[in-house]
């Protein structure tokens, strides 16, 4: 029995020792392979970040070019309006000068008899409008003008996000070029 038991033993060291060295083997021969393995997985989780950055990146571009298109048209509409006002000003300024030498026209002929006094006064009532109307529309323009610049500011500073984000696109792949270069 003693000699069962030491034989036993010696089998299972011999066993042991055995498989030891067919592991160290096998490590030892698939080392390549795991090497290959792990360099695929760091290669799927670089593209993995990649295409998380350049899905949120593509995300907030096209937002940004809505934005860009809202501001845009934001600063149209403002500088179509302020070109409205600034052609009733002068057509105001021109017309009251118009005016003012209709109303000498109109005053002389009144003190002849010749017109009733309701023509000259509907003239004077004209005048006295464009005489109001004028510096509502002096300050509309200068309002305008004032919102024009800053919507323009910010249409500026949406065109210079939307650059930083080209650049951010642009660093993304020369990254990935890098890599594929390296990796060749």
């Known amino acids: 029995m003693k000699r069962f038991i030491c034989c036993l033993f010696l089998a299972i060291a011999f066993l042991f020792t ?9 490590s030892a021969n698939e080392s390549p392979q795991d090497q290959v393995m792990r360099d695929l997985l760091s290669e799927v989780r670089l593209l993995r970040q990649d295409l998380r950055k350049l899905s949120t990146t593509t995300y ?37 000068l118009e005016m003012k030498e209709q109303i000498k026209d109109l005053q002389r002929r009144w003190d002849a008899g010749t017109i009733p006094e309701a023509e000259l006064i509907t003239a004077k009532s004209a005048l006295a409008d464009m005489d109001q109307r004028e510096p ?18 910010n249409l500026d500073a949406l065109y210079k996000r939307l650059d930083d984000i080209e650049q951010e696109l642009l660093s993304i792949t020369q990254d990935d070029d890098k890599r594929t270069k390296r990796n060749q």
């Open 18 to 26: 055995v498989s030891k060295t067919g592991l160290a083997q096998n």
């Open 60 to 96: 907030r571009a096209h937002t940004m070019i809505e934005r860009l298109r809202i501001q845009q048209s934001q600063v149209n509409r403002l500088m179509t309006e302020l070109s409205n006002v600034r052609g009733q000003l002068a057509s105001i300024k021109s017309g009251r």
């Open 136 to 153: 509502d529309l002096t300050v509309k323009e200068s309002e305008l003008a004032g919102q024009l610049i800053i919507e323009r500011t």
